[in-house]
């Protein structure tokens, strides 16, 4: 479930998670998981009202079990609820991102093809950029035209960590 918006229309509940790539903010409503942040994340980047902290929540609680799975190497997939927030391009965006297979990569260039706008190459990077669920919805599985590291919201040492666990031999 997606909301057309960028503008956080309901109040989160949320808990926070440590991680081997640092501390977690998790965020949902009654619907679904609405944004996983990072410990310095901006607060303009994923807009969201956190107002309850409870880690018993079942859609938190899911998808903490279900990130200290991936964390273990032990899940490849996620299946927790969404519920987040975006335009249609950012949506058609995130969409492609879950389509990235497990220890693959894809350029912007490519993602920008595959979900049919070959020349918004920058917007599609802008979108990546504003991915609501990071590691869920792998951002970190896109790269530089030249196969570079570059942006990413928890920043390139996580990225590349992020990149290493998903390896054949991570």
């Known amino acids: ?13 949320f ?3 440590d991680s081997p790539v640092g501390r977690l903010t998790l965020a949902a409503t009654a619907a679904g ?4 942040l ?12 956190l107002t309850v902290e409870d880690a018993t929540q079942p859609i938190l609680a899911l998808a903490v079990r279900q990130l200290d799975e991936y964390f273990a190497g032990q899940r490849r997939r996620f299946s927790v609820p969404l519920d987040v927030a975006g335009t ?21 260039g ?3 093809a595959q979900i049919g706008r070959p ?12 991915n609501p669920i990071s590691i869920m919805t792998p951002c970190h599985r896109v790269l530089g035209a030249t ?24």
């Open 1 to 13: 479930m997606t909301r057309e918006s960028n503008v956080p229309r309901a109040e989160h509940m």
């Open 15 to 17: 808990t926070r998670m």
């Open 33 to 36: 998981l609405a944004a996983i």
């Open 38 to 49: 990072w410990e310095n994340d901006g607060p303009r980047r994923v807009p969201v009202r």
């Open 88 to 108: 249609a391009f950012q949506r058609s965006v995130w969409e492609g991102l879950q389509s990235i297979p497990f220890g693959e990569t894809r350029s912007y």
């Open 110 to 112: 490519q993602l920008a």
């Open 119 to 130: 020349t918004a190459v920058r917007a599609v990077g802008a979108a990546n950029g504003r």
């Open 147 to 170: 196969g570079k590291l570059t942006g990413f919201a928890g920043g390139l040492e996580v990225k590349a960590r992020l990149l290493a666990l998903e390896a054949p031999n991570g």
